[in-house]
């Protein structure tokens, strides 16, 4: 079985530093990463995702993760925030790519300071 | 692009009422899920669908009970709910070819 921890429940960050918000997960097979966000009164969506080749994965509004197996890790970076990247920010791994059974970590909720 | 769409957004139920929640999707995808999403819990699984008619138990599946009768829709079912069950409820669904899940906007349930 996977699991996933996020430890960091709550991120205050100032706009236009970095952030970095963390992941790390158990599995006894190889796994697919995935990083999903959810705004305020929506469903996720699908920022990015790790299923193989390099280990660095890039979103199209600048944010990027690293897949670290000797870590077990997948922490997702932004060198530089805006307002509109307040959100909450889910981290999942799943067995297979087709991600049919997906397990979530219990959130990171991103806010950004003016 | 795919779209998964929950009959509701916000709906107030009364204790011991049954209740649906409904989830459809528009890119022929075999697979659907139902999760309910809990401050400091993340989501937590409670049934998956990889076929009209079939259903699996997810992680959470006590107190609820689903029902696949089209390839589209997914419906989520409280036969009798209870204050407990108020959370926010998000349908998913992937195809085998796909990578990763697209959700639903949600349907906040309240139960009083």
């Known amino acids: 079985a996977q699991s996933v921890t996020q430890l960091d429940s709550q991120v205050p960050v100032f706009e236009e530093a970095p952030v970095e918000l963390r992941c790390n997960y158990s599995s006894s097979v190889s796994v697919y990463l995935f990083w999903y966000v959810q705004y305020p009164n929506q469903g996720l969506q699908l920022l990015l995702k790790?299923?193989?080749?390099?280990?660095l994965v890039e979103s199209i509004n600048g944010f990027e993760a690293e897949f670290n197996k000797s870590q077990t890790s997948f922490h997702l970076r932004k060198p530089s925030v805006h307002i509109s990247d307040t959100a909450e920010y889910f981290c999942?791994?799943?067995?297979?790519?087709?991600?049919?059974?997906?397990?979530f970590g219990t959130g990171t909720s991103l806010t950004v300071i003016p | 692009d795919v779209k998964v769409t929950q009959s509701s957004r916000y709906l107030v139920k009364r204790t011991g009422e049954k209740v649906f929640l409904e989830c459809v999707q528009d890119m022929d995808h075999e697979n659907m899920f139902w999760y309910r999403q809990d401050p400091g819990l993340g989501l937590r699984l409670i049934y998956f669908?990889?076929?009209?008619?079939?259903?699996e138990k997810g992680d959470i599946p006590e107190g609820y009970s689903v029902s696949r009768e089209k390839k589209e829709r997914f419906s989520l079912i409280l036969e009798s709910a209870s204050t407990n069950q108020t959370s926010m409820y998000l349908c998913a669904s992937t195809s085998g070819d796909d990578y990763g899940y697209t959700f639903g906007s949600g349907t906040r349930l309240t139960v009083v």
């Open positions: 999942a791994v799943s067995a297979s790519p087709s991600g049919n059974q997906f397990y």
């Open positions: 669908s990889y076929d009209v008619k079939m259903k």
């Open positions: 790790y299923l193989s080749g390099s280990t």
